[in-house]
Each structure stands twice: as C-alpha cells, then as structure tokens.
C-alpha cells in the first residue's frame, strides 16, 4: 500500500529465538512511525511444519492464506 496509516501489519518470525523480538519492536515502531492500526504478531514458523507436505511452504499455506485475509500488509524475519 501507498501508506501504512490505518492498516493491519501482520508478522511472521521463523523459528530463530530473537525473530520475535525483532519483529516485536519492529511492529511498536511502524505504530509510532507511520500509524499502522493493529499488529498481528503469528506464532513462530517450526521446521515441522514440513513434515506435512515435504517442503516448508506446503506446511504453512493455509496459515498464511489465513493470515492474508485478516491484513493488509505483512513482514517477516529471521532472528540470530
């Protein structure tokens, strides 16, 4: 989008310890920033996830398509 005022963030961490928190203070600061209305923080993306599918993305499809019906714009990171 042109503008994050007024949208939903979404976050999706990987597995890494410090991803939460990086995306954490990432979402605070987009807030304060830019007026982001609601962030939703995911739970963390587990390697188990691929065991359904034999490949990551096939493991967390549904989730994400869920989560890109609840926001407007989402960012991931890896931690460590």
């Not at 995306?23 to 359904?52: D, F, H, I």
């Amino acid at each position: 989008p042109a503008t994050l005022a007024g949208r939903v963030l979404g976050l999706i961490p990987n597995w890494r310890p410090a991803a939460v928190h990086l995306l954490t203070e990432t979402g605070r600061q987009l807030q304060a920033r830019y007026g982001v209305k609601e962030v939703v923080l995911e739970p963390p993306v587990r390697a188990s996830a691929m065991a359904q599918g034999g490949k990551l993305l096939d493991g967390i499809r549904e989730p994400l398509h869920a989560l890109a019906r609840r926001v407007d714009v989402a960012v991931t990171a890896t931690g460590d």
